[in-house]
């Protein structure tokens, strides 16, 4: 069952700074109205976030948990992007308003916090340095895009090491001063490293024979014991 619960008491304005980059030029009154309109979603691992009817309606920030954007191409769904916390989807449905054939659906245990979509574009041109951290996140965006392209004939080693690295650089915590993602089913990593699934298969296997990963006992987590060795993978 989805949770709701309001935001005006249950996070700081400071807060919202810390976790979400998008924020951190925000002056303290953007981020008191943003939270003023906010609500914290909660979703169990499994459940579909967000319909690909409903883009559009909001922004989505991601407080804790991972989910993954899909799209469906009528026989099946492909995956298109993991996103883990301190990042955010939805902006680009508010901004061109043309409809979406992606849905977002929870990987892990999730929280977000979603800001009406003409709250956010009201504040968003309000407050010039929230409107440029903006711009500046899409054209990362845009590049790392861009990049993924680059790399399309790459070996497929290469190309999963550096999604691997990717993901705990953008995302991961760290267990001992060790980076730790998300466990995440073959599908999905090989969808958005670009490989097929039996590479991704095999390659995991001899990543795990190194010692440069390990999954946690509950399979939930995957430490990067290796992640240098991963680094200067993906870097060839």
């Known amino acids: 069952m989805t ?56 922004i989505y920030l991601i407080v804790a948990g991972w989910i993954k954007v899909r799209h469906d191409t009528g026989s099946g769904y492909v995956t298109l ?3 883990g916390k301190g990042d955010f989807f939805g902006e680009m449905a508010i901004l061109d308003e043309s409809p979406r054939s992606t849905d977002v659906v929870a990987l892990s245990p999730v929280k977000l916090i979603s800001i009406p979509a003409q709250h956010f574009i009201d504040t968003l041109f309000q407050d010039p340095q929230l409107h440029h951290r903006m711009l500046q996140m899409m054209v990362q ?33 760290h267990q001992d001063a060790t980076p730790e993602i998300f466990n995440l089913a073959m599908d999905d990593l090989a969808a958005i490293a670009d ?41 060839k």
């Not at 005006?8 to 400071?14: A, E, L, Q, T, V």
């Not at 965006?141 to 705990?168: C, G, I």
């Open 195 to 235: 490989i097929p699934k039996d590479d991704a298969a095999k390659i995991m296997e001899k990543l795990q024979e190194k010692d440069w990963i390990s999954p946690s006992q509950n399979g939930q987590t995957l430490q990067l014991k290796g992640f240098n060795h991963l680094t200067q993978l993906a870097q």
């Open 3 to 58: 949770t709701l619960i309001t935001l005006k008491k249950s996070m700081r304005p400071d807060a919202l700074s810390d976790l979400f980059p998008l924020f951190n030029a925000a002056n303290p009154d953007t981020l008191t109205s943003l939270l003023s309109a906010a609500t914290e979603l909660t979703y169990p691992a499994g459940r579909t976030v967000l319909m690909e009817d409903s883009w559009g309606n909001a």
């Open 81 to 83: 992007a993991v996103l």
């Open 141 to 173: 965006r845009l590049r790392h895009t861009n990049s993924h392209f680059q790399r399309r004939q790459k070996p497929t080693a290469v190309k999963l090491a550096h999604t691997l690295t990717f993901l705990a650089e953008a995302y991961g915590e």
